[in-house]
């Protein structure tokens, strides 16, 4: 079994073991015509090139895959790979791309084009001709399947401490492209390369809609002003309705310039999509995202298939999920949410990272020890405008042999200029910062999900407010589904521990998977497409990247 991290790039896939590949391969006792064998030895010469060389190019594009190809032609004895037909097949699948939100020019679209039109001049049909055509037809399936499996865009190369990189367990790489030559249709075989998640599919069915409301002219933008709310007339309210007819929300045809109990629903519905609270005012915030353009919205949904295609390969079974930006945590049974919480994610200047790991256990009534970059920023400088500010919060002086200081015996003065020589513990309680329970992963970012006894800030509904862990609405109840025991870990079992005030720590039966992610686009209602504000800023950086020119990336 060989398996293949994200990290390998194209031009790594070399080391794969290539078996004979029979489609379009003649049997060593067939005869073979004198144009033939000048193809052959045209691919020879370039796969020479591409394994000795400083690389391939042809028609003035670069071939990519390089090592991977030399093994493929090297196998065949040089012979072409793809049969009558073919061509047409992979550049349906070519073309498709846009469908992914991809540029179909990183699979050679127009140059294949170019060259498919020219070799139907016999004149043109020379061996070297056909033979580069073969390559690049190849360089551009090994292109498109690998953005499909990985994406086009490093995650790493946009967050350092990106820790999903995946694996391909129990089928050889060149299987895939075996696959992909055997098969009656290479379109739809390198189609079957798109994630099978559901969410993917509807990221697909979302992109072609915006495209085709583009396409029908868009919407214009609500003109400024005061609110708009039930009672209102005049010319912003008609403005309002054919905005909210253009993306679903309203009935076409329900025209008017009256704000009447229906287009009072209608701005409700558009609300819940776009992460607002739905009180059905087309206020402030909801005419800045009713005025969105939509080539934004497109861009926005080609951003989040990118993300998908990172992750939504290996995402299934049981586990949890984060959603950063729609400051929710849904639990997964068998692929399918089960349940679902508010949470409370970090500031903007303190984002809630994005990872992989298992919860191990739960702490109820746990301590806190004030983590490094609190402690500095927020907890030394409080301590010396306001000696009171420990006491008051339950919080201990923890000198290096874990015995406790007296907190006006330091001279708090000298911090945080100077090394900190204690530690800072808050005794467990309702004040403590974490709550009545907390759930540890394994992590470099010191991130956890726990308890907060900041409840109110549930009820906001853009819900950014801690310093990077996450704040869970029902930590009680989350307990109670992790440990999945009702005898031993019922409601009132749960209960009555935390009621004790005593710290313990319970193991979970089996390590859950936690993910952490950030989308700006909510695909998980059949039918419903969700948009939310991008509360870090992470669109625009990957929106640039997969907007570039195809380039390979160090995938570690």
């Not at 020379?126 to 292109?143: C, E, K, M, N, Q």
């Amino acid at each position: 079994m060989c398996t293949r991290r994200r990290g390998l790039v194209l031009a790594t896939i070399a080391s794969w073991t290539l078996s004979t590949l029979a489609h379009g391969q003649e049997s060593p006792a067939a005869p073979r015509s004198p144009q033939r064998v000048a193809v052959e030895a045209a691919i020879r010469q370039a796969v020479e090139e591409m394994r000795f060389g400083d690389g391939l190019e042809v028609a003035d594009r670069r071939i990519a895959a390089g090592p991977l190809l030399a093994d493929l032609y090297e196998e065949r004895g040089f012979a072409p790979v793809w049969g009558v037909g073919d061509d047409e097949s992979i550049l349906r699948a070519v073309e498709a791309s846009v469908e992914d939100g991809l540029d179909p020019e990183d699979y050679h679209r127009s140059a294949l084009r170019a060259m498919q039109r020219r070799l139907r001049d016999p004149a043109v049909r020379t061996p070297t001709a056909l033979a580069g055509y073969d390559l690049l037809l190849s360089d551009a399936v090994a292109r498109r399947v690998y953005h499909l499996e990985f994406g086009k865009v490093s995650a790493r190369d946009l967050d350092p401490h990106w820790n999903m990189t995946r694996e391909i367990d129990d089928l050889e790489p060149v299987v895939i492209l075996q696959q992909i030559v055997a098969a009656d249709s290479a379109e739809s075989a390198i189609l079957a390369h798109r994630p099978p998640h559901a969410i993917y599919r509807r990221g697909l069915v979302a992109l072609a809609r915006y495209r085709r409301i583009r396409d029908e002219g868009g919407w214009e933008p609500v003109p400024d002003g005061p609110k708009l709310e039930l009672g209102a007339t005049g010319p912003r309210v008609t403005a309002l309705r054919a905005r909210l007819a253009a993306t679903g929300d309203l009935p076409r045809g329900d025209e008017g310039g009256a704000f009447d109990s229906g287009l009072e629903q209608a701005v409700e519905r558009f609300q819940a999509r776009h992460g607002l609270e739905a009180d059905g005012v087309a206020g402030k915030g909801t005419l800045a995202e009713l005025n969105v353009p939509v080539d934004a919205r497109i861009d926005q949904i080609r951003v989040n298939l990118e993300r998908a295609r990172w992750v939504l390969h290996d995402l299934s079974g049981d586990f949890l999920l984060v959603d950063i930006a729609g400051f929710e945590l849904r639990l997964f049974r068998d692929d399918q949410i089960v349940w679902t919480t508010r949470v409370q994610v970090g500031r903007p200047f303190r984002a809630t990272p994005v990872f992989r790991s298992r919860i191990r256990y739960l702490d109820f009534n746990p301590t806190w020890t004030i983590p490094p970059g609190i402690l500095h920023k927020d907890t030394l400088p409080a301590v010396q405008r306001d000696p009171t500010y420990l006491s008051e919060r339950n919080i201990r002086v923890i000198d290096g042999d874990g015995n406790e200081v007296s907190s006006s015996a330091v001279d708090w003065s000298r911090y945080p200029a100077a090394p900190f020589p204690y530690r800072l513990v808050q005794d467990p309680g309702p004040s403590n910062a974490l709550g009545l329970v907390k759930f540890m992963f394994p992590n470099e970012h010191l991130v956890f999900l726990h308890d907060t006894p900041s409840r109110g800030l549930f009820d906001r509904t853009e819900r950014a407010f801690s310093s990077g862990c996450i704040r869970v609405e029902q930590p009680f109840e989350l307990a109670r589904l992790l440990l999945n025991d009702p005898q031993e870990w019922s409601a009132e079992a749960i209960t009555g521990v935390v009621d004790s005030r005593e710290t313990r720590t319970v193991l979970l039966p089996e390590p859950e998977p936690v993910i952490l992610l950030y989308w700006t686009v909510d695909l998980v209602q059949e039918g419903r497409v969700g948009f939310k504000r991008d509360l870090y800023a992470r669109d625009a950086p990957l929106l640039e990247a997969l907007s570039e020119d195809f380039a390979l990336h160090a995938r570690p």
